[in-house]
Each structure stands twice: as structure tokens, then as C-alpha cells.
């Protein structure tokens, strides 16, 4: 029998004011209404209520995941070094990844994903092709020093993640587990009540081929995604940025400075970079996620930083700054100072390629020509960024495309034999021959989603969960004295006896205007208020989402709820 919960014992302290730094609706309302609170940046506590949302979004993941022949297990978050500094990661995470040492002075990370550590454990346990294919999953906390940990649990530090991994011996294999957490991952979605698009997606640093992603449409969202309304096409734009090779360097004179009025600042440059239709701007140089980065932006584009900076989000662009260039002081010297730089030498329309703008302390206000990449400066990556604007053609079927924000709540990958081959992870094959196994790896942000699902059902008042993930299928309200609040008990008993997740408001001194405003900040599907006419055995049934009441017999209303 589903337990009654008491809020006249419960942990739970609603909020009137919102958190000073809540930019986001999810934020803002799960901190009011007693689900989450913040323990350090990007570090959340799960109170009671956010602990029971956060359950049940888990156990229809579990129930999704075991019906398509996924083993659960739980493997350490607490991982060595070593397998990391073999895949790459190590170096690759850069600072993402919290690093620490134990006493002796071994050195771990907490993990932020398990590709590694899963094709070791299934490595140690199958070895020959009849052991595959096989499906394994945990539901974990994941941990990632996240550059801007925002919006509470939607991009927290600490994190429950859901990541399954398949692995097979052939392609066509491979195909089929993904094809499998697919469907999966539609179901789970579905269940739960989120609004979703499949988008196609870059791989990034995990690398491998096939990738999606899974986003929820929310303003909220760090994801822009595109979208045909006439046919099936959609896609993260992230997936329209590439890496690309960089440029041969070109022969060029003596950089050679030229005095002009212009004083670019950060300000000045932006709107600078907004470059007329005609021009091609190209080797913008920015700091991406804190790596000197040229970016190109082919087409015929206008594009100024704040709009690329979007468009990379949740990555951060920076302008490059003299401090970046420390290695090479007489390389940079003049080119690059406090104010920062970027460099559209090749793009400016009014000066002439492999110019660039100076904003150094020596010389503010100057161009130097003759910049030549390599020698004067180096980057580290170059990217070409393709910017979609609405209305755009459908790259399918030429319909004008939308554009939207999201929230990635899943992704699943294809990754091939990356990880296999690091680890040399081969199972005997039916000729008796080794055959090298291929590896699918799929995450679901449980965590996020809770969020994700706050941001899309929520509305003025508060909360409002869908049944399958809400705390409790129905909410009794004690609106009046003793008399109501012990019938609110008793109605509460019989509801659950009926089989449904019952929260009783059976607080005393709080009047019936707080406890009704508690209630649509909660976010109960439905609200059973037990006032006026409860001597009469006559109480109020209102549904939270559409606000229709109606008064009903207990015994009525015990049988519409349950
Ligand atoms: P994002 O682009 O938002 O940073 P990601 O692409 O880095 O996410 P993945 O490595 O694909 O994330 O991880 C799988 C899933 O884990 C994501 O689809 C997302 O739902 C969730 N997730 C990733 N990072 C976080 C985070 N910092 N907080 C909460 N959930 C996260
Ligand atoms: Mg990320
Ligand atoms: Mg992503
Ligand atoms: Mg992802």
C-alpha cells in the first residue's frame, strides 16, 4: 500500500521569494517548492519531494532499459587514472574533469561518463562472440567541473545520469542495440511526459560516427536546433559545426602597422563583426571553451560575436587576450592587450586580407598588416561554422526551416571500435578466429530531465507535474479546523488504501489561502480540498493542470482519484 505523506512531518519549507540567482523557471520553482536546494555551485541536495520526482523518472528508465535486455549495475564513480590517460580523456577533458589524489599520491578523477571502465568490465567477463551482444546500465551520479554550472539541476557538477553501453561484434549488431535504445529512449520520453525532437548531433569528444540526441523544446535550453515543419528533418546546429583543417600559410611580408582612428573594444568588435552579406568572415579568432579557436563562417553570412556565441553555447566564447599568447611575446607583441583581440583580418571588407585590428597597450587604434597565422600567432583548432537562420532551406525537401531552443535530455552513439581498439578488446570468433568488438554508449540526463520536465509543464502558480513522475498522485488539503483535518487523514488512508500516492496538508496554523498556494507551487496533478462542506461528507476535487473543480461524495471522489 502507497504510504501517506504528512506535510505536518515532512521536510519541506516552500520559499515565497525566489533564489536571487534562479534564472530559469525550473530553478526558480524547485527551489520554492521544497524539492532541491543548492549545496555549492552546481551541487544540488534532493529534498523528499524532488527525491520522489527524481525516482520515479528512474524507474521508468529502468523499466525501459531492462526490457530491451539491459543489466543493470553500479560501477565506482571513483575511477583511476590510468584507463583515462589511455583512451585520451585524460588530456582531452582538459578541465572538466574533477582530478584528485588519494594519500599515496595516486591520482583518480570522479567520472564523468564510463566508456572506459565499461569496456574493461565487460572485456574481463566476455570472450568469446556468445557472450554478446550485451546491454549494461547504471543509474549514477556523474561529476563534471562544468564551465558555467547555471540554471540548478539542468547543467549541475554533480548529476544522475542514466549511461547504458552495447556491445557487439558486427556492424549490422551494433546497429540493432542502437536501434534498441532508440525505441527505448522514445518510450521513456514518452512515459514521462516530455516533449521531444531525435535531432542528428556531432560526436565531439567522444568520437565515433552515428549520434543523436534527444531534446526537449524549453527557452530554457542551451541547444539550438532546426527543424522542417514539412518533413522529418531535424538537427542540432552544433551538428552543422565542424572541425576543419587549417589553412596552408601563406607567404607574407614583415607585419607592417598602419595608425587608424578606430579603438576596438570588446564593444567596437562585436559590432564590427558584423559584417556586410557580401563579406565571407573567416579565422575569426576566439577562445572556445578556453582554446584559441579560428572560426570560419562560410557563406554569406552577417554574423557579430554575441550571435556566435549562441550559437556554440553552452561552450564559452571569450576574445583572445595578450595572456594567450605568453609563449610567444615577440610573435603577438602589438597585436594583442588587455582589451583583448579577434582578429577578422580576412574579413574586415574595408582593409585588405591579413590585416588586423591592434588593441595593445603600446599602440591602441592601430591595424598591422601582414598577420600570418603560424607565424604571428598560432590556434589551436579550427572550426567552420554554418549559421542557420529561420526560414532558411530544409537541406531535405527546401520547406523553410524553424528554429528553436532545447534542452538535451539523451544522447546515443554509435562509437564503433574507438574504445576496443584502446583496450584491445577482442571475443573469439564462431571461425575460432578474434574478432574486435564494437561499442554503442547511450546517456539519459535523469536529473535534467526532472528539470526539463519543470520548465515545459510548469505555469504561473507553480509546479505541475505529469502523474507517471509527480510526487504524489493527489494532494488532501485540510482547509479549516480540527473536524477537517482529521477527515482529511481519514480520506487520506482511503485513498491510499485505493492504491494512490497520497500528500496530506494536515499542517496546523497554516490558513487554507497558504496551503492552496503550496499546492499549485507543488505541483500534485490533482487536489482533493477537505473544507467547508466536509461535515456533510462533501469534498473538493481539482485538477491542478486545468484548474476544473467539482464537489463530490468522499467516496466519489476516492474512486475518480484512485
Ligand atoms: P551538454 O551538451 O548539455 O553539455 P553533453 O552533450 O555534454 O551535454 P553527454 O556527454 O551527451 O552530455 O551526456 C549524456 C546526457 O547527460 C546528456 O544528454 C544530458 O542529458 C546529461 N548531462 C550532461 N551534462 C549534464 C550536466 N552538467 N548536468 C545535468 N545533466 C547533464
Ligand atoms: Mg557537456
Ligand atoms: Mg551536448
Ligand atoms: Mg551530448
Known amino acids: 500500500m502507497p504510504q501517506v505523506q504528512r506535510m505536518s512531518a515532512m521536510l519541506l519549507k516552500t520559499l515565497r521569494d525566489d533564489p536571487a540567482d534562479a534564472e530559469t523557471a525550473s530553478h526558480r520553482l524547485l527551489v520554492r517548492a521544497g524539492y532541491v536546494r543548492r549545496s555549492s555551485a552546481g551541487v544540488w541536495t534532493w529534498l523528499p519531494l524532488g527525491k520522489r520526482v527524481l525516482e520515479n523518472v528512474a524507474c521508468v528508465v529502468r523499466e525501459e ?8 549495475v553500479l560501477l565506482p564513480a571513483l575511477l583511476p ?10 588530456e582531452e577533458y582538459g578541465d572538466l574533469l574533477f582530478r584528485l589524489k588519494d594519500r599515496k599520491g595516486a591520482e583518480y578523477l570522479l567520472g564523468p561518463t564510463h566508456e572506459e571502465i565499461f569496456t ?7 570472450t568469446s562472440y556468445k557472450d554478446l551482444p550485451v546491454i549494461v546500465y547504471q543509474i549514477q551520479t556523474k561529476y563534471r567541473d ?15 545520469m542514466k549511461d ?25 520520453f514518452e512515459r514521462i511526459g516530455l516533449d521531444y525532437r531525435i535531432v542528428s548531433a556531432v560526436s565531439g569528444a567522444m568520437g565515433g560516427s ?34 576543419v583543417e587549417p589553412p596552408a600559410p601563406a607567404a607574407h611580408g614583415p607585419v607592417e602597422e598602419l595608425d587608424t582612428p578606430d579603438t576596438p573594444t570588446i564593444e567596437t568588435l562585436a559590432r564590427h563583426l558584423a559584417v556586410p552579406a557580401s563579406a565571407t568572415l573567416k579565422n575569426l579568432l576566439v577562445k572556445v571553451d578556453g582554446k584559441i579557436t579560428a572560426v570560419g563562417v562560410p557563406g554569406d553570412r552577417e554574423v557579430d560575436l554575441g550571435k556566435l556565441a549562441e550559437h556554440l553555447a553552452p561552450a564559452v566564447v571569450e576574445l583572445v587576450t595578450a595572456e594567450d599568447f605568453a609563449g610567444h611575446p615577440e610573435l603577438v607583441r602589438g597585436y594583442v592587450g588587455p582589451q583583448g583581440l579577434g582578429l577578422p583580418y580576412l574579413a574586415d571588407p574595408r582593409v585588405a586580407p591579413g590585416t588586423a585590428w591592434i588593441t595593445g597597450a603600446n599602440k591602441p587604434g592601430t591595424h598591422a598588416r601582414n598577420v600570418v597565422c603560424g607565424r604571428d600567432f598560432t590556434v589551436d583548432r579550427y572550426l567552420d561554422v554554418v549559421v542557420v537562420e529561420p526560414g532558411d532551406p530544409c537541406p531535405r525537401c527546401g520547406a523553410g526551416l524553424r528554429i528553436g531552443r532545447a534542452i538535451e535530455i ?105 496551503k492552496f498556494t503550496d499546492a499549485e507551487l507543488i505541483g500534485v496533478p490533482t487536489v482533493l480540498v477537505v473544507g467547508r462542506r466536509a461535515g456533510e461528507g462533501v469534498v473538493e476535487l481539482k485538477d491542478r493542470r486545468t484548474g476544473e473543480r467539482e464537489e463530490l461524495t468522499i467516496q466519489a471522489a476516492v474512486a475518480a482519484v484512485a
Open 65 to 72: 532499459m531492462d526490457a530491451i535486455g539491459g543489466q543493470e
Open 81 to 90: 587514472k590510468e584507463p583515462y590517460q589511455r583512451s585520451g580523456r585524460w
Open 120 to 126: 574493461l568490465t565487460v572485456k574481463d567477463q566476455c
Open 146 to 160: 562544468e564551465a558555467r554550472p547555471r540554471s540548478g539541476v539542468l547543467r549541475g557538477r554533480e548529476f544522475q
Open 164 to 188: 547504458s553501453y552495447s556491445f557487439d561484434t558486427t556492424d549490422e549488431g551494433l546497429a540493432e542495440s542502437y536501434r534498441l535504445h532508440r525505441a527505448a529512449y522514445r518510450r521513456i
Open 210 to 243: 552515428a549520434s543523436e540526441e534527444f531534446l526537449a523544446p524549453a527557452a530554457a535550453g542551451e541547444d539550438t536546433f532546426v527543424e522542417c515543419p514539412a518533413c522529418d528533418y531535424a538537427a542540432n546546429t552544433e551538428a552543422v559545426t565542424t572541425v
Open 410 to 514: 539523451g544522447h546515443i552513439f554509435q562509437l564503433g571500435r574507438k574504445y576496443a581498439d584502446v583496450f584491445g578488446f577482442d571475443v573469439l570468433g564462431s571461425q575460432g578466429k578474434p574478432v574486435r568488438v564494437t561499442m554503442g554508449s547511450y546517456g539519459i540526463g535523469v536529473s535534467r530531465a526532472v528539470a526539463a520536465l519543470a520548465e515545459q509543464t510548469h505555469d504561473e502558480a507553480g509546479l505541475c507535474w505529469p502523474r507517471e513522475v509527480a510526487p504524489a498522485d493527489v494532494h488532501v488539503v485540510a482547509a479549516g479546523k480540527t473536524q477537517q483535518t482529521e477527515l482529511a487523514l481519514r480520506v487520506a488512508g482511503d485513498l491510499a488504501r485505493a492504491g494512490a500516492r497520497v500528500l496530506v496538508d494536515d499542517r496546523a496554523g497554516v490558513s487554507p489561502g497558504v
